[in-house]
């Protein structure tokens, strides 16, 4: 971990180059008396100012509410970008501004249209597409026109800039009534970083990839991206009913009927289908019951039994018997939601059941059961094969040497949401997060070395913004054959996505 | 009561049980595998995931059996964004009317006869509240296994917990007539039983005339909603001796649970033998071949995961005899907190105490997993414990 540069008080510089800088945008905030009020906030950093860091926030907002005026969000990114490869000599932050904002606007319009135009052409050579491009254009020309017509908005939005720019010079020491500035960063990241909308960060901190290979990008995202939260397992097999010939009546909630032309009904609702059974889907729900019923069919599973959340001794007793490290988890959970893992003394399990109180589950039954060290994988069963396998990791980041937690938190998270199913799953700075940081000395303002993995939570879950790898084309036959026998041992089970812990997904199970 | 009511049907036809948390049943012949029939709170497997979703997703439930031509009490489903449509229906329909939860438990948790604005938004209020069993799903004797989730909460300005502005409500029109629960198994209709008196504790009698349309119409309702093996259809009629012909009905409840504790009230003896009835069915569905139903059963039972086996086992002595099973219980593995045992006697009895032992209710202490294969029968004076 890098430390923060401490202020140097000394000197006012000649001029600033920025190292880097950041724009977020808030959610509608509280009008709490006596708090501070904002919904923007600029974030720069240098190493040749007298600040090293310096925030400022400001309520921007336009005559229908506390929000921020989304049409001028795009000029707030674009003079980020621009300011984060610019010089700005002393005394000069007002024209610099300036000037880039005229730049700005003046390439603006051409460039966003091109790219939004390009983008939807890629993923459909259909030739539907070029008559729907044409009031698709109508409108985003609309659209420019009224962010720029914005005036006040965009006055106050330069405000900020301007305020962050010249407090960092060292040439205004107090702030204006419109915005706030500050130097503590780890207060303003723990305020906000829950509430952060939009954001934005130059330099771009890389883009994540796994042993050099980039994360994948899928091609229709663009037509999925607008479905409601859950909606695209719905939407991916109601595809594959139409693909196959069938009706399709689609109905409220990511359900649809699709019926052939016998008039066979089959009926879905996200990822639940008519492949399986209600009680199955009840077995597989409770932990300690789907763990009851693999041992006897004779299935690796761990160690582990159930306790009343608030039976802290035997909870205790029981870990000492079965030795550390444990995991505990919710018996009827989902998400990953009170999951705890790798909790390797009596300290731990105290903290462990603390934050298990805590959470939405935590008045329910525990399983307490032995950590399987190793790596945590999502194996698809549908019927008697194998159709997906994928290697979960924990929410984490990968320090850049440059960016600072929330930095690559936030990054992330904006990648999360061009996927539709990723989108409201997102990494949380929560309390799991926090344990996380705290077990290794970092906090959202710190900056992790470059190429050190930190992690966020405490289950692999992509619920709680985990990532998932493909591995099916390398997974062990052996693997494929157990989850196969895991996947037939509760009844009624058509399909299902089970869970294992592996040492070596391409090596022989034992 | 679903569950324990088929546990015994299952106990009586001399099938190997596994009983696993959340009344999930596993039944298999002896010496075959048991899980060849499984059921869920008595709802056999036949029954699939998503159809039992549907049944309790009532804005679905309501769509399909409108799309069907079957009649629903005039009704809206709102979060608390939609305030305006809540508005527009009430001064169009006008009260009274009923809340329910849009998602959930069948019969819906309803507060009905809402009869003022102020009566509704402190309904809503109320129905918002998110109680301990929405959040201890893994513990709860209410909430069905195969519920869909109602984490989402968050604290309302008094400290309760509530539901998130997205969850959905379902506000219908208050109907009048004759209240009627018809069951239906395996495409065929069962038994009809009446609502007879507005009291406190629910009354219910058995329907001797029904006409053939109200029968027609559960079976209809219960096939709109693909993949219910069983369903349980609250009917609103006029007079439902009369065809429909001329008298309006509405189709006020669709429970993928069949709820035999309505029928076992309106009659002891005809609950059973509807268990019975959804066994047969799986078993048929599942081609398994079933004895006749035995009066006295004997088991060997196998408790898991009792956290104090040493204390269970003087009351499960006491408990056992005095319902008249006899046999012996002894400790086992303390780690696994296992007691295992010999009960015999009637398979309703039997069912009754594993069924407790499960759920916590009489012992205090709950198993996680309950084997109990069939063994012949032996002399036995009483119940006794090592």
């Known amino acids: 971990m890098q430390p923060l540069k401490p202020c140097d008080d000394s000197v006012a510089a000649t001029s600033i180059r920025l190292s880097t800088i950041r724009a977020m945008t808030f959610r509608p905030p509280e009008l709490t008396a006596g708090e501070p009020q904002a919904n923007f906030a600029i974030h720069v950093q240098s190493v040749d100012s007298r600040f090293s860091h310096v925030i400022a926030e400001a309520l921007i907002t336009h005559d229908k509410g506390l929000r921020f005026p989304a049409q001028i969000w795009p000029v707030a990114e674009e003079l980020c970008r621009h300011l984060g490869k610019t010089q700005i000599p002393a005394g000069s932050v007002h024209s610099v501004l300036s000037d880039a904002l005229i730049e700005i606007c003046e390439t603006f319009e051409q460039d966003e249209q091109d790219e939004l135009i390009r983008s939807l052409r890629d993923v459909s050579t259909d030739r539907s597409w070029t008559r729907l491009l044409s009031p698709f254009r109508w409108a985003l020309g609309k659209r420019m026109r009224r962010r720029l017509s914005n005036d006040e908005a965009l006055h106050k939005l330069l405000g900020v800039f301007a305020a962050a720019l010249t407090r960092l010079e060292g040439t205004v020491e107090t702030d204006s009534d419109d915005v706030t500035t500050t130097t503590d960063v780890e207060d303003f990241y723990e305020r906000w970083i829950g509430e952060v909308d939009r954001s934005v960060c130059f330099p771009e901190p890389p883009l994540p990839c796994l042993e050099g290979k980039p994360a994948n990008v899928y091609g229709d995202a663009a037509f999925v991206r607008n479905h409601p939260k859950d909606a695209t397992k719905g939407h991916l097999v109601e595809r594959e009913a139409l693909a196959y010939g069938l009706a399709v009546l689609r109905l409220p909630n990511g359900s649809f009927i699709a019926t052939d032309r016998a008039g066979t009904r089959l009926n879905f609702k996200w990822s639940r289908s008519p492949a399986s059974s209600g009680v199955s889907l009840a077995l597989c729900n409770h932990k300690e019951a789907t763990r009851a019923r693999l041992a006897r069919c004779g299935l690796p599973v761990a160690s582990g039994r159930i306790f009343s959340s608030d039976d802290g001794d035997r909870i205790a007793a029981h870990a000492e018997r079965i030795g550390y490290p444990v995991v505990c988890k919710p018996a009827a959970g989902v998400r990953g939601i009170g999951v705890i893992t790798n909790i390797r003394n009596r300290a731990e399990l105290d903290r462990a059941l603390q934050l298990y109180g805590k959470s939405p589950l935590g008045s329910d039954d525990l399983l307490l059961e032995t950590h399987v060290p190793g790596d945590d994988y999502r194996i698809v069963v549908v019927g008697d094969k194998v159709v997906s396998a994928v290697c979960r990791r924990t929410a984490s980041i990968v320090g850049t040497g440059d960016h600072n937690v929330a930095d690559l938190i936030l990054h992330k998270n904006r990648l999360r949401a061009h996927n539709p199913h990723l989108r409201l799953r997102l990494i949380q700075f929560d309390d799991a997060a926090r344990y996380q940081l705290d077990s290794v000395d970092l906090t959202l303002a710190s900056v992790p070395e470059k190429g050190q993995w930190v992690y966020l939570a405490n289950s692999n879950n992509i619920s709680r913004g985990g990532d998932s790898i493909e591995v099916l084309d390398d997974l062990h036959p052996s693997i494929e054959r157990v989850a196969v026998r895991a996947a037939q041992a509760i009844p009624g089970l058509g399909f299902c996505g089970l869970d294992l812990i592996l040492q070596d997904h391409t090596a022989m199970s034992r | ?386």
């Open chain 2, 1 to 386: 009561m679903d569950g324990y009511l088929v546990h015994s049907a299952v106990l009586a036809r001399r099938l190997d049980v596994l009983l696993l948390p959340r009344q999930v049943l596993l039944a298999g012949p002896t010496g075959d595998e048991v899980g060849v029939l499984s059921f869920v709170h008595g709802v056999p497997e036949a029954s699939t995931v998503v159809g039992v979703t549907y049944a309790q997703d009532k804005r679905l439930r309501r769509k399909l059996l409108n799309l069907a031509g079957l009649s629903t009490p005039p009704g809206i489903t709102f979060s608390s964004r939609g305030e305006m449509s809540l508005q527009r229906f009430i001064s169009r329909h006008g009260f009274p009317v009923v809340l329910k939860e849009a998602i959930g438990e069948n019969p819906s948790p309803k507060i009905d006869k809402i009869s003022s604005d102020q009566e509704l938004l402190s309904a809503i209020s109320r129905m918002k509240r998110r109680s301990e069993d929405h959040l201890s799903p893994a513990r709860s004797l209410v909430t069905s296994a195969y519920a869909e989730n109602s984490l989402n909460v968050h604290e309302d300005e008094q400290g309760h917990r509530v539901a998130a502005p997205g969850a959905r409500l379902l506000v219908e029109k208050h109907v009048s007539g004759r209240y009627i629960r018809c069951l239906v198994c395996g495409g065929r209709f069962l038994a009809a039983i009446e609502k007879t008196a507005a009291t406190p504790e629910e009354t219910w009698m058995l329907v001797e005339r029904l006409h053939d349309d109200f029968k027609d119409v559960a079976l209809r309702a219960t096939m709109e909603i693909p993949g219910l093996a069983v369903a349980s259809v609250d009917l609103v009629v006029g007079d439902p001796t009369l065809c429909r012909e001329g008298q309006a009905y509405f189709v006020v409840e669709l429970c993928e649970r069949p709820r035999l504790e309505s029928y076992l009230i309106a009659s002891p003896a005809l609950a059973p033998s509807l268990a019975d009835r959804f066994l047969c069915h799986q078993a048929e569905q599942s081609s398994v071949r079933l004895q006749t139903p035995a009066d006295v059963v004997a088991t060997f039972m196998r408790a898991e995961s009792l956290t104090e086996p040493q204390l269970l086992l003087p009351v499960l002595r006491d408990t056992c005899n005095a319902l008249g099973i006899v046999g012996f219980a002894r400790p086992g593995d303390q780690t696994s907190g296992i007691v295992e045992g010999h009960l015999q006697g009637k398979p309703s009895t039997i069912a009754r105490v594993i069924e407790a032992l499960m759920s916590g209710t009489h012992f205090g202490q709950r198993a996680m997993a309950i084997e109990a294969a069939q063994t012949p029968l032996e002399s036995y004076a009483d119940f006794t414990v090592a």
